[in-house]
């Protein structure tokens, strides 16, 4: 069964800073260390730019190299979106605080498991700190089978925390608004941390949501709060405020609200 240190560790425990503006203030200062976190969602709602921003922070603001591991887009592809977003990747790699493996889930999988595979190696001459997979969503191409899943993502997991590093890790979410599932194979109730991001309408216009909806053994900011992507980075704002409904995608002015300005009339 898959068990991270951080699963034992209480809200003293070390943290590792994403560094984006907002959210290390929504998990209580960061990632707990050697931990996975899950970022949830629907294509377009920001979570590679998360992962990706996580990575080049902890390079150039902690000293920490990374490792980003793609199962869907072509590295090149991802150094073009992170300098969308004001991240020189293929400047950290030139550095060799950086490295990127580019593979399918399956040839993955096997390396995981073998001492001295490419991620062990990988891991070894760079001191890699932290890791970003974009996504794991793409594990479920191996098996149609639940209990194989299950066992899969827990493979895959305990792999990654053999080492002291910490990990953000990519899911599709196949709800664009309204709906919410968590459950999908499993991953949801072994990862340390979900941060889910969501499409809302307001006003007829489109915003993204953020939320921290599970962060173990810690405490958190339980507000549904707004996030932009810049050409600095992913900015996590402040909450809707004066709204109910945020995760139906609809949301509406919240009774209190309209009670305050039906008295103002």
Known sequence: MFMSESSARNENSERVPTGISGLDEML?????????????????TGKSCIGMEYIAKGIRDYGEPGLIITFEEFPRQLYRDALSIGF??????????????FTTPAVFLREIQQPGGIFDRTIEEISVKRVFVD????????TQDPVELREIMYTFLNGLLRYNITAVVTQE????????????????????????????EISSSVDRAIFVLKHRASDHDKRIRRMSITSQ?????????????????????????????????
Do not use: H
């Open 173 to 200: 979410d196949a709800y664009i608004t309204g709906n919410m599932s968590v459950a999908e194979a499993g991953l949801s109730y072994i990862v340390d941390t979900i941060i889910q991001l969501r499409y809302v």
């Open 88 to 101: 020189d990747l293929r400047e950290f790699e030139r550095r060799d605080q950086l490295r990127t493996i």
């Open 28 to 44: 209580g200062g960061g990632l707990l260390s050697n931990s996975v976190a899950v970022v949830k969602g629907a294509p377009g």
């Open 233 to 265: 980075g992913v900015r996590v704002e402040e909450a809707f405020e004066g709204r109910e409904g945020i995760l139906t995608g609809n949301p509406s002015v919240s009774r209190r609200v309209r009670r305050a300005e039906e008295f103002l009339k």
């Open 135 to 142: 996504s794991m969503t793409q594990l479920e191409r191996i």
